[in-house]
């Protein structure tokens, strides 16, 4: 069965650090790959999303970057984080076509002081 | 664009009650997925169903039922007896039959369960 990591669990960083959460999946191969952010007031948004290898596209312009070094590998970085980046960050991927469901990992909070 | 309404932001209910989370969506594409997700305290979201835009036919898992009606545009869910674990934030989610970004998932705001005991 498929698994999805998510790391660290919390983090708390102040403005202008570095910032890298981690994603990875288990048991699928060649997934999309997603990563949302949920402010404050619980709205969902995308922000990047990965169909392969070195293959990212980003949905919103702003501070975070992307990267996916391995097909199951998903990372989230930012070279100096704003207090506007707290947030909960979430990771999900999807299986081939014909399972079209998005399944979610455990999720990282991060609060910028 | 799509867009997913979920116009009930907080709904509070004695366990046992039975309780309707609404959803309405909009979009052109002729095929779609719909989706219900639940954020219990912990933060993770829990996939509870998808339904294809061309199978209308409602679905009952357990206490949890899904009425879905193309014609009004609307995937409600609904609870029934709930209990306090219930308690959580429910989404509802609209993605397009496509890979790459029109596969990405857009979200209600989502509704806010309240179960009391």
């Known amino acids: 069965s498929q698994t999805i990591h998510q790391w660290p669990a919390t983090l708390v960083q102040p403005v202008g650090s570095p910032l890298s959460l981690e994603c990875t999946v288990e048991g699928t191969s060649n997934p999309n790959l997603y990563w949302y952010r949920q402010a404050a007031g619980r709205g969902l948004q995308l922000l990047f999303y990965s169909v392969g290898i070195g293959q990212i596209s980003s949905e919103v312009p702003q501070n975070l970057s992307a990267s996916r070094p391995q097909d199951r590998q998903f990372i989230l970085s930012s070279k100096k984080l704003l207090l506007s980046d707290s947030g909960f960050y979430l990771c999900a991927w999807r299986g081939p076509r014909g399972r079209e469901t998005q399944y979610f990992g455990p999720g990282t909070r991060l609060l910028v002081l | 664009a799509q867009k997913v309404t979920q116009a009930q932001t907080e709904i509070s209910v004695v366990e046992k009650e039975d309780v309707t989370l609404d959803c309405v969506y909009e979009?052109?594409?002729?095929?779609?997925?719909l989706f219900w997700y639940k954020q219990p305290p912990s933060g993770e979201l829990v996939f509870l169903i998808r339904r294809n835009s061309f199978d209308e036919q409602n679905e009952i898992s357990g206490r949890y039922s899904w009425n879905f009606q193309k014609s009004t545009s609307s995937f409600n869910f609904t609870i029934t007896a709930s209990q306090v674990v219930d308690s959580a934030v429910y989404f509802c989610a609209l993605s397009a039959d496509y890979t790459g970004a029109n596969s990405k998932l857009t979200f209600g705001k989502g509704i806010t369960l309240s179960v009391r005991p």
């Open positions: 979009t052109r594409d002729t095929t779609y997925y």
